[in-house]
């Protein structure tokens, strides 16, 4: 997610310094990044350019989900709580917060009672409140495995902001305890409900472009002068390699749901430059290129350091598919080209977000199937751990289907 100041969410003190950092990294950057640990949660005050609501926002129906949000950063506050005015069948139960007073400004825009403000140490209280029905996680990503387990210790249902944590073990245990919890685990990938994408993915299971050769992904922007003890993206323990993790995420799922395939070989390349204490810690850049069962490539770009893009290209025998801006918040754009030109306007993108709280409150109501759920963040991490040891080592990993390495 990127947002203005990058500040999306509550925050934190990283154990360990930058200099151990970067000596892992040195050492073995494929295992030093794919741990997190020594992060605890420490409330932060409210971010600049953050616009409470004049009016609390009011659940539209008698079974709308009550979700807890937990760490009310910029994503939290600019994104995704203005948008449960939208959802139909989710709305605000519960915040919680390190921050007193953000927990009182905040609470009070969003009509939230004062015993339903939560601090992180009092957290396990929400299993006792039944107006909580779910827990929205929006913490950084390191510290997304402890906190969905409290969650899933308090019997709630989980929505946990992507990607799903820092390695694939962490993903596994967190998969198991919601299954030891009965309770239902769903990760944020917004654009599965965004109408371009959707349409996308018709588009290529139609075959509008042919039989897919070349897929090309970029998600990429120029982060200003920063350090890790300033923005958590930047800090290892809390944010991995960093752009791949972050904003590089949408390239590695837009090859995924484009193409229908999962990789079964990558090679890869990072860099990060010296002395550019943005850098110290995490990537500047990340690039690997796939190859698919049918023959198929993909090209996947992403970059803390370059001039700001995000697109998604196909190219097929017949044709290519072009989406530029691909994954963000608005403003999307889509075309066709080949025998059928065309532009596609199929909805407005604004409504990824309600339509995503109204997807898990489906699950959780009805038992709706989740389109994006634990196992596809499992997935993801698998792949992106592939991505770095081939980085690490120089070679091409094989890969089984499910994304694991093989030998």
């Given at each position: 997610m990127i947002g203005n100041g990058m500040t999306r969410r509550t925050f934190i003190e990283a154990?360990?310094?930058?200099?151990?950092?970067?000596?892992?990294?040195a050492a073995s950057p494929a295992a030093a990044l794919l741990q997190s640990g020594g992060a605890t949660v420490k409330g932060q005050p409210l971010p600049d350019g953050v616009k409470l609501p004049t009016v609390a926002p009011k659940r539209k129906r008698p079974d709308s989900v009550g979700f807890a949000i937990v760490g009310l950063g910029g994503y939290a506050l600019n994104q995704m709580m203005p948008r449960f005015d939208q959802a139909e069948r989710a709305h605000i139960a519960a915040i919680v917060s390190g921050n007193p007073n953000k927990l009182t400004r905040v609470g009070d825009a969003y009509g939230v009672p004062a015993d339903a403000r939560y601090s992180y140490e009092?957290?396990?209280?929400?299993?006792?409140?039944?107006?909580?029905?779910?827990?929205?996680?929006?913490?950084?990503?390191?510290?997304?495995?402890?906190?969905?387990?409290?969650?899933?210790?308090?019997?709630?249902?989980?929505?946990?902001?992507?990607?799903?944590?820092?390695?694939?073990?962490?993903?596994?245990r967190m998969i198991a305890?919601?299954?030891?919890?009965?309770r239902k685990?769903?990760?944020?990938?917004?654009?599965?409900?965004?109408?371009?994408?959707?349409?996308?993915?018709?588009?290529?299971?139609?075959?509008a472009a042919g039989d897919i050769r070349l897929v090309r992904?970029?998600?990429?922007?120029?982060?200003?002068?920063?350090?890790?003890?300033q923005n958590w993206r930047t800090s290892r323990a809390l944010a991995g390699g960093g752009p791949l993790e972050d904003y590089g995420i949408y390239g590695l799922q837009s090859a995924l749901y484009l193409t229908g395939e999962m990789p079964e070989s990558i090679s890869a390349t990072t860099f990060r430059p010296t002395g550019d204490p943005r850098f110290a810690e995490i990537f500047a850049?990340?690039?690997?290129?796939?190859?698919?069962?049918?023959?198929?490539?993909?090209?996947?770009?992403t970059s803390y350091d370059s001039a700001g893009?995000?697109?998604?290209?196909?190219?097929?025998?017949?044709?290519?598919?072009i989406m530029d801006p691909a994954t963000s918040y608005s403003g999307q754009k889509m075309r066709l080209e080949g025998r059928d030109d065309r532009e596609f306007t199929p909805g407005d993108p604004s409504v990824q977000f309600a339509r995503q709280l109204d997807h898990f409150a489906d699950a959780v109501r009805d038992n709706?199937?989740?389109?994006t759920p634990g196992e596809m963040g499992l997935r993801d991490l698998r792949l992106i751990e592939a991505i770095y040891a081939a980085a690490a080592d120089g070679r091409t990993v094989k890969l089984a289907p499910d994304g694991t390495m093989r030998g």
């Amino acid at each position: 997610m990127i947002g203005n100041g990058m500040t999306r969410r509550t925050f934190i003190e990283a154990g360990g310094g930058v200099a151990t950092a970067s000596l892992a990294m040195a050492a073995s950057p494929a295992a030093a990044l794919l741990q997190s640990g020594g992060a605890t949660v420490k409330g932060q005050p409210l971010p600049d350019g953050v616009k409470l609501p004049t009016v609390a926002p009011k659940r539209k129906r008698p079974d709308s989900v009550g979700f807890a949000i937990v760490g009310l950063g910029g994503y939290a506050l600019n994104q995704m709580m203005p948008r449960f005015d939208q959802a139909e069948r989710a709305h605000i139960a519960a915040i919680v917060s390190g921050n007193p007073n953000k927990l009182t400004r905040v609470g009070d825009a969003y009509g939230v009672p004062a015993d339903a403000r939560y601090s992180y140490e009092d957290f396990a209280k929400i299993a006792s409140d039944d107006r909580i029905d779910a827990v929205y996680i929006v913490l950084p990503t390191g510290l997304h495995a402890e906190w969905v387990t409290r969650a899933f210790a308090a019997r709630k249902h989980v929505l946990c902001e992507k990607p799903m944590a820092l390695s694939s073990a962490e993903c596994a245990r967190m998969i198991a305890a919601g299954q030891r919890a009965k309770r239902k685990l769903m990760i944020a990938y917004r654009s599965h409900f965004e109408p371009y994408n959707l349409e996308a993915m018709k588009l290529m299971q139609q075959k509008a472009a042919g039989d897919i050769r070349l897929v090309r992904t970029e998600q990429s922007y120029r982060m200003g002068p920063t350090s890790p003890s300033q923005n958590w993206r930047t800090s290892r323990a809390l944010a991995g390699g960093g752009p791949l993790e972050d904003y590089g995420i949408y390239g590695l799922q837009s090859a995924l749901y484009l193409t229908g395939e999962m990789p079964e070989s990558i090679s890869a390349t990072t860099f990060r430059p010296t002395g550019d204490p943005r850098f110290a810690e995490i990537f500047a850049h990340v690039a690997s290129q796939w190859r698919f069962p049918s023959g198929a490539v993909a090209q996947l770009v992403t970059s803390y350091d370059s001039a700001g893009t995000n697109f998604a290209h196909v190219r097929g025998t017949t044709g290519a598919l072009i989406m530029d801006p691909a994954t963000s918040y608005s403003g999307q754009k889509m075309r066709l080209e080949g025998r059928d030109d065309r532009e596609f306007t199929p909805g407005d993108p604004s409504v990824q977000f309600a339509r995503q709280l109204d997807h898990f409150a489906d699950a959780v109501r009805d038992n709706a199937a989740i389109r994006t759920p634990g196992e596809m963040g499992l997935r993801d991490l698998r792949l992106i751990e592939a991505i770095y040891a081939a980085a690490a080592d120089g070679r091409t990993v094989k890969l089984a289907p499910d994304g694991t390495m093989r030998g």
